[in-house]
């Protein structure tokens, strides 16, 4: 019973740093969150430059892949991010910008979860379920973007539709 009482009062700090992101003009400012630089890998967010606690610590950040793997089922082909191919993501309190094929798609956040996977045998130990309003990208409909955590709180990959993105290791 104490572990469900501290687990649910985690969650509830979690939900409160969220919902004071999304009710700010401001972007989140965050001392473990690092806002990414270019250091001649042509602007690519490294797995290891952004670390995440919740939505909060993430409002604010610009995140440049460098690959993506189209899930859809019949293959898993990785795509290196270059050129016209490139994508990015930025944060914001309120929304979420994502850029693909030489696109811009402003993705309003309805709400926000944080999940936790308590499984020590998975590399991925949380994820951050960013609800937005529906919007047709390339033929298909996304109302989410998800954000994977791995266990030392950096980005393991970020999931929007069927496309998952993943940072420079």
Do not use: W
């Not at 019973?1 to 965050?30: I, R, S, Y």
């Not at 602007?43 to 993430?58: A, K, M, N, P, Q």
């Amino acid at each position: 019973m104490l572990l469900f009482t501290a687990a649910t009062n985690v969650l509830v700090a979690q939900e409160l740093e969220n919902l004071m992101a999304m009710n700010t003009d401001k972007p989140a400012a965050n001392n473990h969150s690092a806002i990414l630089h270019t250091d001649g890998n042509d602007g690519l967010t490294r797995s290891d430059e952004v670390i995440v606690s919740s939505y909060f610590t993430l409002a604010g950040q610009f995140i440049r892949p460098y690959m993506v793997v189209t899930n859809d089922g019949v293959s898993f082909d990785p795509v290196l991010l270059n050129g016209q191919q490139q994508a990015s993501f930025r944060f914001e309190n309120d929304h979420v910008e994502y850029v693909t094929g030489g696109k811009t798609y402003r993705l309003d956040i309805s709400s926000i979860n944080q999940l936790q996977n308590r499984n020590g045998n998975c590399l991925v130990t949380g994820k951050i379920e960013i609800k937005v309003d529906a919007t047709k990208i390339d033929g298909e409909k996304v109302n989410e973007v998800g954000v994977f955590i791995d266990h030392e709180n950096h980005i393991s990959f970020i999931k929007i539709g069927k496309a998952e993105y993943y940072l420079e290791p």
